[in-house]
């Protein structure tokens, strides 16, 4: 394995990165707008991307572990080993892609966060909503014509 494969790997699993920002951002404003409709689709854009970076993942794993046997180091070394052992240009390039990582993982971990706390507040309040329509009741009449306490029709608009 030589350093530009790696390098490479490591590129493709940044802009994947990247991209599953995108996706959560796009979940959250979906969210903070209450436009449900679209939710599905973007929770399952969000686990397309997650499993293209698994399976990214992998790859630069065993890339990883060939390069640093290459270069004399243990096979589980870490990014900021192989940083420090490559040689110039590569030990400047690789202290970036591990800045980069962190830097994404950090920003993945706020919004993951901040989208499960909408989806939350969200379900409360539909919660409280269907629970308070569980106290009106109406009169009527059954098939056999005795009359029965039952909960009247109920319009629930799409936005909950």
Do not use: C
Not at 29 to 57: D, M
């Amino acid at each position: 394995m030589t350093l530009t494969e790696v390098s490479n790997i490591l590129w493709r699993e940044r802009q994947l990165l990247e991209l599953l920002l995108f996706k959560l951002e796009e979940e959250q404003l979906l969210l903070a707008a209450g436009r449900s409709r679209w939710l599905a689709h973007a929770t399952r854009e969000v686990e397309t991307v997650l499993a293209e970076i698994k399976r990214v993942e992998e790859t630069r794993a065993a890339q990883v572990q060939a390069l640093a046997v290459s270069m004399g180091l243990a096979p589980t070394a870490s990014l900021r080993e192989l940083a420090e052992a490559a040689p110039p240009p590569w030990d400047s390039v690789f202290v970036d892609h591990r800045e980069a990582f962190l830097a994404a993982t950090q920003e993945i971990s706020s919004l993951a966060q901040d989208n499960r706390e909408l989806l939350s507040r969200g379900y409360h309040a539909a919660r409280q909503v269907l629970s308070s329509m569980d106290d009106q009741r109406v009169e009527t009449y059954s098939p056999a014509g005795l009359t029965t306490n039952r909960s009247p029709a109920r319009l629930v608009d799409e936005a909950l």
